[in-house]
């Protein structure tokens, strides 16, 4: 699964940065929701408790929206209010995986 989509069209040592740098963000959230196996979050809420708001919440979504396609994540099929006055999904991390 592509982690860094390099929209920039980014090349050469600066794009290794990059993707280094959206593998780690991966596997911070991972890190951190396998931790809380039973917990459901939004990404907003992610992106205070892992990053403490330093990076962008479009960010967050598109590594939990890899982590889902990847099956390390699911979606819990609800929705909060989140931080950002828009309602946003809840994921858990996917118990398939854990047994």
Do not use: C, H
């Not at 390099?6 to 940065?17: A, D, F, H, R």
């Not at 979504?61 to 950002?84: H, Q």
Request: charged share 25%; aromatic share 8%.
């Amino acid at each position: 699964m592509k982690n860094y989509y390099n929209t920039t069209n980014e090349s050469g040592k600066q794009l290794e940065v990059f993707e280094t740098k959206a593998k780690t963000q991966n596997e911070k959230i991972m890190e951190f929701l396998s931790d809380q196996k039973a917990i459901e979050y939004g990404a907003s809420q992610i992106l205070k408790l892992v990053f403490n708001g330093t990076i962008p919440l479009t960010s967050v979504r598109r590594s939990i929206t890899n982590l889902v396609a990847e099956n390390r994540l699911r979606y819990t099929g609800d929705t909060r209010m989140g931080s950002f006055g828009r309602q946003e999904k809840l994921i858990i991390v996917n118990e398939l995986l854990t047994i």
